[in-house]
């Protein structure tokens, strides 16, 4: 059965039982408390809670899921990063009875899948929540005997909440035998052994509880149910495949790698897998205007194009090896995901950008990581003699090769496990705090001190950037992002994610708007809110990790709304004359613009 046909028949077969469809919602989350989509309950997390939900107490979707938790395990038969997750959604309507049986039903009379060769995980109970023992009946009396159902602990068999708070449950997971055969441990060889033999295919979340930012838990009022089945993991098992790397979600995309390269796959299976499942997720992430930077979004698709591309080391692969991958990935998506194929060309210039930055810094840095941890050691009489091993990156010298080639602690951590080479993860992390200290020490001394003795000018400059920022979200479009600012008490500069040079008609069309909204001196207003209630509110916020629970919104009227620390002015009409000095690009996909008052 292939993809396009799983994919169909899983949302036909439980629209049939009273669902609605809904289309899967971007990767890049609204949730606040979370960077990305990584299960197909988040759209819908509103309604497990009380919301009434305009598509009724029924919903099923194939939902684009992004995930870095797994990112060390991709490159065995089932961890990725980007997946997609078929589930099916319940808000206080039908509960364990039906979703086991409907389960079921889809995997042994829809999929044709042998009822023996399933085998079934529950919530065995814990000292805050009790044993799932319905889950065990149900299952049962379904036709699973009692020797293929097993229970677990927290970590394997119960669920949520995503992000810091929200809905969550015990679980039922279904897994697949894919042997038949019991490895050395005998009796004890059952799901979740790390053997290999099983594969987990469905988890089925039965929402009971509220878990708030302290771990507390307090029963749900509306009990729901949530659903998830990867659809790589069930290719895999009806495409009689051993790995989700072999299905037709995969092949294509691998055998395209495979031509580029001088070493077979066989000789080197993880490396082609991580490459093809990296570049996918840069697809999707791509695609929905994320830009490679050093900041949340920006961060983890920087970390998976750079891991791909070292990974394309190993392999002897050209330069640029990853647009015909990304070409391929396109058109196994495009008929499913239509924004994939609308954003190619914007996709495949980000590829490229990033690709031939950290190509001109790899070379270089590693050759200084090389000096950093093979040095020579001088004689008593400071001669430099015979070079010897440390076997350890200090941390001073790994935030050294951060700053000044952009390498991520991720990055250095792989290539220091390849070398055998200890990794100071102490010292990395008092180095990254000392710059911190050493940067806002400066911000206080170039404002004279940001707050109530800041100068009139710094508060100026300040409000000019957040009307700089939504002209060019209304110009440009969107997909804008804030991706760095700074402002002495002459000048702003301002660092937005674009992929292009702005033209001249673009850079007018700009600086008119900012000045045409400083000449009607509209009122800007500061109010103090809960960080999720400011994100509620629709004010801008692009670097969630710097946000204390409570923040700061300023409002120029009902125009520009952004969460801010300020100095700001009162009123626009003390800004004067805005006007943009120079336009020029400051890395791949993002670009830089410098302005003045006058």
């Not at 305009?54 to 919903?59: A, D, I, L, V, Y």
């Not at 390269?261 to 997720?281: F, L, T, V």
């Not at 500069?493 to 600086?511: G, I, N, P, Y």
Request: with cysteine; glycine share 8%; net charge positive.
């Amino acid at each position: 059965m292939k993809s396009e046909e799983i994919r169909q028949k899983f949302l036909d077969f439980f629209e049939k039982k009273g669902h609605k469809i809904v289309s899967s919602s971007p990767i890049l989350s609204t949730d606040p408390t979370v960077l990305f989509t990584t299960a197909g309950m988040q759209q819908f997390k509103k309604y497990f809670l009380g919301e009434k939900s305009p598509f009724g107490k029924r919903t099923v979707s194939c939902q684009k899921c992004f995930r870095t938790s797994d990112i060390d395990e991709v490159g065995d038969g089932s961890h990725l990063t980007f997946l997609e997750m078929l589930g099916n959604f319940s808000f206080g309507d039908y509960f364990k009875k039906e979703t086991i049986e409907w389960a079921l039903e889809f995997l042994t009379k829809v999929c044709k899948i042998p009822s023996s060769k399933l085998w079934i995980g529950y919530f065995k109970g814990d000292k805050d929540v009790p044993e799932d023992k319905e889950s065990c009946e149900i299952w049962q009396k379904s036709g699973i005997p009692k020797d293929r159902i097993y229970g677990f602990g927290r970590e394997d068999n119960f669920w949520g909440p995503t992000g810091e708070e929200g809905p969550c449950g015990p679980t039922s997971e279904i897994h697949y035998d894919l042997t038949g055969k019991a490895c050395p441990k005998g009796k004890d060889c059952r799901p979740n052994c790390d053997c290999g033999r099983f594969i987990e295919v469905w988890n089925l979340v039965f929402n009971e509880y509220y878990q708030d930012r302290n771990k507390k838990l307090t029963p749900l009022k509306q009990k729901g149910v949530d659903t998830g089945m990867g659809i790589e993991r069930l290719a895999m098992v009806l495409q009689g495949k051993s790995s989700v790397f072999e299905t037709d979600l995969f092949e294509p995309i691998i055998k395209e790698i495979e031509k580029q390269s001088s070493q077979p796959r066989a000789e080197n299976p993880k490396a082609y897998r991580i490459i093809a499942d990296h570049i996918k997720g840069a697809v999707f992430l791509a695609s929905e205007g994320v830009i490679p930077s050093n900041l949340e979004q920006g961060y983890a698709l920087r970390r998976i194009l750079r891991r791909a591309i070292r990974f394309g080391k190993l392999l002897n692969l050209p330069k640029n090896f990853s647009i015909p991958a990304a070409q391929k990935i396109t058109a196994i998506y495009q008929d499913i995901y239509l924004k994939v194929k609308a954003q190619e060309t914007d996709v495949l210039t980000i590829l490229q950008k990033e690709e031939e930055k950290f190509e001109k810094t790899l070379e270089k840095g590693l050759k200084e990581f090389e000096k950093r941890v093979f040095r020579r050691k001088p004689d008593k009489y400071g001669r430099i003699g015979v070079a010897y091993d440390q076997h350890i990156l200090y941390g001073s010298d790994a935030f050294d090769l951060y700053q000044t080639y952009g390498f991520p602690p991720e990055f250095m951590r792989e290539i220091c496990k390849e070398r055998d080479v200890q990794f100071d993860e102490e010292g990395f992390r008092q180095a990254i705090e000392k710059h911190q200290e050493i940067s806002r020490a400066g911000a206080e001394k170039k404002f004279g001190g940001v707050g109530k003795g800041a100068s009139i000018e710094a508060a100026k400059l300040h409000t000019a950037t957040h009307l700089l920022h939504q002209a060019l979200r209304e110009v440009l479009g969107e997909h804008v992002k804030q991706m760095g600012s700074d402002i002495t008490p002459q000048r702003l500069r301002f660092d937005f994610s674009h992929s292009a040079k702005l033209t001249e008609d673009e850079l007018k069309k700009v600086e008119d708007l900012v000045n045409q909204k400083i000449k009607k001196d509209l009122v800007v207003k500061m109010e103090e809110m809960p960080y999720k209630e400011a994100i509620k509110s629709g004010a801008l916020a692009f670097f969630k990790e710097k946000y204390p629970e409570k923040v700061s919104v300023y409002a120029i009227n009902s125009w520009s709304r952004e969460i801010c620390a300020g100095p700001h002015v009162n009123h626009t009409g003390e800004l004067g004359h805005f006007e943009i000095t120079k336009e020029e690009s400051s890395g791949a996909g993002t670009r830089r613009i410098r302005a003045v008052l006058k």
